[in-house]
Nanobody, 125 residues
Framework: VQLQASGGGLVQLDGSLTLSCVAF????????IGWFRQAPGKERQRVSC????????NYVDFLEGQFTISRDDDKNTVYLKMNSLKPEDTAVYYC???????????????????RGQGTQVTVSS
């Protein structure tokens, strides 16, 4: 099983980026997919996740409305659309997959069954 995050890069203040998480070796519609991020010197932080069964989503409170998670199961891909980016959004962004059907049970990195490598997002001021 492999999860591949991509789409990161350098973006200016208030810019937008869309990250992709492609799942290899699993059927993405059987897994909830979560996004996390880790800034230099800080702990990894939950960003958002989307369920496998009904498309339910949740976000960390302070990012709701700024980020949007979505999935395309035909492509085994989950997206994270990030708008109005600020320097404090600079981090390595990671995706992970879980068989859990209950999003409230998968709020931590360790709760996920499969975890991918990250993609760097840098926001310049």
């Amino acid at each position: 099983v492999q999860l591949q995050a991509s789409g990161g890069g350098l973006v200016q203040l208030d810019g937008s980026l869309t990250l992709s998480c492609v799942a290899f070796g699993l059927t993405s519609d059987e897994y909830a997919i979560g996004w996390f991020r880790q800034a230099p010197g800080k702990e990894r932080q939950r960003v958002s996740c989307i369920s496998s069964s009904n498309g339910n989503t949740n976000y960390v409170d302070f990012l709701e409305g700024q980020f949007t998670i979505s999935r395309d199961d035909d492509k085994n891909t989950v997206y994270l659309k990030m708008n109005s980016l600020k320097p404090e959004d600079t981090a390595v962004y990671y995706c992970a997959a879980s068989r859990s059907l209950i999003l409230s049970t998968i709020r931590t990195w360790d709760a996920y069954d499969h975890r991918g490598q990250g993609t760097q997002v840098t926001v310049s001021s």
